[in-house]
């Protein structure tokens, strides 16, 4: 076993493009969906220890058993026969829970490889991104970074070449969301009396060459904005500013705009800061990184 302290760097994403192709046998859904990692991260550290325990920064993120660092942590240790082995780990917060930029998923996957490269496990990508894929959907991504487009739960992925940065100015309602509450809403409005919604159509493999968002969508804005009016509300005011798009990110509750270039962030923030006063705008910006393992002290990529 190693004894080196070590950090996971755990990029948040938003989603490009979601659409919604229709329900499965086990409770998901089938999705084709654009995720893209972007410039906010969460880190996590681990340390020798004899039990395995995590500490969080933030006051509403959960530290027992129901929190996806623990569970990734607990799933590694169960198939790879390291039952004797603890750990602290400590988690730091910036991205934002139930936001729908990933965080949680983004901290599985880090755990996973964190844990792995600890404990001197011999886990290789593939096996990495099927224990992700156990513990979330969107978890395997994390693994990949960059811009990938997901086909059935969002954990089929195909890499997609990333363009550039592109600058962002990420909304936050004083509110997060539940992503099974917003698919259980979804679903609702499609289940019969036939009601003349015809399910969307799989457009990922169209998604254009560079930064081009003509094709961005996310089917899950009708039953978000009708429920949060005020998301909405957002959303048309980025466009007002000259947002090209401004989407809901997966399930909300994030609205992000795309902006030319970071002073045009800078300015719409400023613009709009008054009227959402009590919501959080963070300004961002579209990275190819992924979950990240490096020397504690060590920054690394
Ligand atoms: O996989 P994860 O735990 O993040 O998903 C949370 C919930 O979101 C699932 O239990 C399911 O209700 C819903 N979901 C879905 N279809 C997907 C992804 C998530 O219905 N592709």
Avoid at 87 to 107: E, M, Q, T
Avoid at 236 to 253: C, I, K, M, T, Y
Wanted: proline share 7%.
């Amino acid at each position: 076993m190693s004894h080196a302290p070590l950090v996971a760097r755990c990029p948040a994403k938003i989603n490009l493009s979601l659409r919604v192709l229709g329900r499965r046998e086990d409770g998901y859904h089938d999705l084709d969906t654009v995720f893209q990692a972007i410039d906010l991260w969460d880190e996590l550290e681990i340390h020798p220890a004899s039990e395995l325990t995590l500490e969080c920064d933030h006051l509403n993120v959960p530290t027992d058993s129901s929190n996806l660092v623990l569970r990734a942590a607990e799933l590694l240790r169960a198939r790879h026969e390291a039952g004797a082995d603890g750990a602290r780990i400590v988690l730091r917060k910036s991205i934002p829970p139930a936001a729908g930029l990933g965080g949680g998923s983004s901290n599985a996957a880090g755990a996973l490889l964190l844990c792995s490269r600890f404990w001197e496990l011999p886990v290789g990508e593939a096996e990495l991104c099927a224990l992700g894929g156990e513990l979330g959907a969107d978890v395997p991504f994390f693994f990949h970074g960059g811009r990938a487009r997901g086909l059935g739960r969002g954990d089929r992925l195909t890499p997609l070449a990333f363009p550039g940065e592109s600058h962002l100015l990420l909304g936050l309602p004083p509110f997060g969301l539940s992503t099974a509450e917003v698919f259980r809403r979804h679903a609702e409005r499609l289940t019969p009396p036939a009601n003349g919604v015809s399910l969307a159509r799989p457009i990922g493999h169209k998604w254009p060459e560079g930064n081009n968002f003509s094709l961005a969508a996310n089917d899950l804005e009708s039953v978000v904005f009708d429920g949060w009016p005020e998301l909405s509300s957002f959303r048309d005011a980025l466009v007002e500013q000259g947002a090209e798009p401004a989407l809901l990110s997966g399930s909300g509750s994030t609205v992000y705009g795309v902006f030319e270039g970071a002073a045009d962030v800078d300015r719409v923030r400023d613009a709009l800061g008054a009227r959402f006063g009590h919501w959080t705008l963070l300004p961002s910006r579209t990275v190819p990184g992924s979950v990240r393992v490096n020397p504690l002290g060590r920054r690394g990529a």
